[in-house]
C-alpha cells in the first residue's frame, strides 16, 4: 500500500512538472510571437517612413520608365518624387499615353530641368513616340513638376512647350497651380491656369469620375 501511495505521489509530482514546462514553453512562444510582430511592425513603419521620405529611391528613380494604369495615382507618385524628405529633389517628367501614365528616368534631371530625353523618342507619322520596353507607345501629352518654391509660377518660355509644334499640350504641376502650356494657331507659346496642382481632372487623359470621388473624399475642395 505504502509504494503504490508513493508511486502516485511521484506520478503527480512528474505530472506537475510536467504541465509547469508546456506552460513556460507556451509563455516563450508567445514571447517570440510578441517580439516577431513588434518587429514585422517596426519594419512596416520604417518601410512607410522611407516610401514617404524619398519616394524617388522607392521608385529606383524610375529607372528605364515606369508605366502607371492608374493616372491619378501616377502623377501623385510625380510629386511626391520630386522631394526627399521634404526637401527639394529633382523635377520629373511624364508622359500621357494611351491607357496611362509613363514616369521618365530622373537620374540626370536637376532641381529645376527634367530632361525628356531620358527614354528614346520619335517622330511617326507626325506625333512623338517613345520607346518603352521595346515598343512605342503615342505620346498624347507631356507633364512635369516645378517642386522650386522659388521657381516662376509660370510655364518657362522654350522649355516648357515641348513638341507643343506638333499639337501636343505640357501641363506643368507647381505647389500652387496646374498649368497647360500650348501653342496657337499662328505658333505662339501660350497658357493657362487650370487651377490648384490637385486639380488633376482638369487634363483630358485623367478620369475624371476616379478624381472627383477622391477630391470628395479628402475635402481638398
Known amino acids: ?40 511592425t517596426i519594419r512596416a513603419e520604417e518601410r512607410i517612413k522611407h516610401v514617404d521620405g524619398f519616394p524617388s529611391l522607392t521608385y529606383n528613380h524610375f529607372e528605364g520608365g515606369v508605366f502607371f494604369s492608374n493616372v491619378e495615382f501616377g502623377l501623385d507618385v510625380l510629386w511626391k518624387a520630386s522631394f526627399k524628405k521634404n526637401n527639394v529633389y529633382k523635377e520629373n517628367l511624364g508622359l500621357f499615353v494611351p491607357g496611362g501614365l509613363l514616369i521618365l528616368p530622373n537620374m540626370d534631371n536637376t532641381y529645376n530641368r527634367a530632361k525628356i530625353s531620358a527614354l528614346p523618342i520619335q517622330l511617326k507619322e507626325g506625333y512623338p513616340f517613345v520607346w518603352y520596353k521595346n515598343t512605342l507607345l503615342k505620346v498624347l501629352g507631356i507633364i512635369h513638376t516645378h517642386p522650386d518654391i522659388y521657381s516662376e509660377p509660370r510655364p518657362a518660355p522654350k522649355n516648357d512647350y515641348q513638341y507643343c509644334y506638333l499639337g501636343i499640350h505640357n501641363y506643368i504641376m507647381d505647389h500652387n497651380n496646374l498649368f497647360d502650356a500650348y501653342k496657337d494657331s499662328s505658333g505662339r507659346e501660350c497658357y493657362r491656369r487650370l487651377g490648384p496642382r490637385y486639380d488633376y481632372y482638369r487634363i483630358p487623359f485623367v478620369c475624371p469620375d476616379t478624381v472627383l470621388e477622391r477630391r470628395n473624399q479628402t475635402n481638398k475642395c
Open 1 to 40: 500500500m505504502k509504494n503504490h501511495t508513493q508511486g502516485n505521489a511521484a506520478f503527480t509530482i512528474r505530472k506537475i512538472i510536467s504541465v509547469r514546462k508546456n506552460f513556460l514553453l507556451l509563455l516563450l512562444l508567445f514571447s517570440d510571437l510578441a517580439c516577431t510582430q513588434k518587429y514585422l
